[in-house]
């Protein structure tokens, strides 16, 4: 019989883990093709936020001071997680390309399936792997990653968007006033050139040139190929198509994630290229119950900046007095960053009330646009 504080810990755990069984939803869609794709979005966006309405807010906060030992069955929950998206991609690649009951429109649409898990739950999964000291934890990550063609992004977020977020040199800060799709092909394009310059700067510290072997870029581009090279091998070219397709669907997700985690949050400039420390204030924050189980406590964002190495459940949560929050989880906000007017009306008073809660002394927040302030001082 199992200890009473493993039981305990295993049924603190399991919402976190109902993402296990997610991947029926794609098989089920695949299988039955028709209004059967709408599976996948049905059973996690939405399904959420109907939860979210339902649970409300969930506001307690556990210790932060617990042990990684003593959080078995949460870590497990994010390192499970490749084998079961691997098998899912290619699986679903080998079963859809093969699928006469399916018409070439019903094959894109299980694979936009495929892409809400490896986006929804894949990417989010692996943004809590890539912040562990455990090599394998880290390993993990640019699996999952790879599989998505994204690998930039762990190096993006560790180097980048964490010591500069809230200014101009982080890309994926959302601007005031910057719509969501403006924002995604900016995002796309400066992304990748920020991780690369970062990881150049890091070498050139260390006395190494860019192309040294201890480069990730390196990694990122043979596992990326060899998830590439595998989707031909199991699905041919409409196989490789397909393995794109769910690739996009992922990313647009994360960006979408990323856009609503800081729009219009700044940091304040103390001139000399200097901003201020990241606080829970330059993170919107949600504790949504049901939509922080499937995002593993992603939306208590605001603690994650100022505390990056916390493991997701011992993630705290902040009132509004200390972070801004948001007003629903990230299920409903995405869909309304996805309408720009919508978002403005919603989000563009809130920005506002933010600026004259913490920085009433403002008056001109002018020089806050983007290229108006120096970049901050690289150490």
Known sequence: MLPASTVSQFSRAAPFGISIILPFLVLAAATQGGWWLLLPPLGTWWLYTILDAIMGRYTENADPDIEDHDLLWYRLITMIWFPIQFVMIYGM??????????????????????????????????????????????????????TVLYSHFRTEHLLVHHPHVGTTRDAVTARYNEGFHRF?????????????????????????????????????????????????????????????????????????????????LTRKHLGDGKYERVMPHHSWNADHKASNWLLINLQRHSDHHYKPARRFPLLQTYPASEAPQLPRGYPVMTVAAMIPPVWRRLMNPRVRAWRRQYYPEIEDWTPYKVGSLPPPVIR
Do not use: C
């Open 93 to 146: 690649l080998w079963y859809v390309t093969g699928a006469d009951h399916l018409s070439t429109a019903e094959k894109f649409g299980a694979f936009f399936g495929v892409g809400v898990l490896s986006g929804t739950v894949g990417i989010v999964y692996s943004h809590e792997l890539m912040h562990q000291s455990n090599r394998l934890e880290r390993w993990l990550a640019d699996l999952l990653l790879a």
């Open 184 to 264: 995604f092909f900016r995002v796309l394009h400066e992304a990748p050139r920020s991780a690369w310059q970062a990881e150049k700067a890091m070498l050139a510290r260390r006395g190494y040139s860019v192309f040294d072997g201890s480069n990730p870029f390196w990694r990122y581009g043979v596992l990326q190929l060899m998830a590439l090279i595998l989707a031909v091998f199991v699905g041919g070219w409409l196989g490789l198509a397909l393995f794109l397709f769910q690739a996009i669907v992922a990313i647009w997700q994360l960006e979408l994630t990323n856009y609503v985690e800081h729009y219009g």
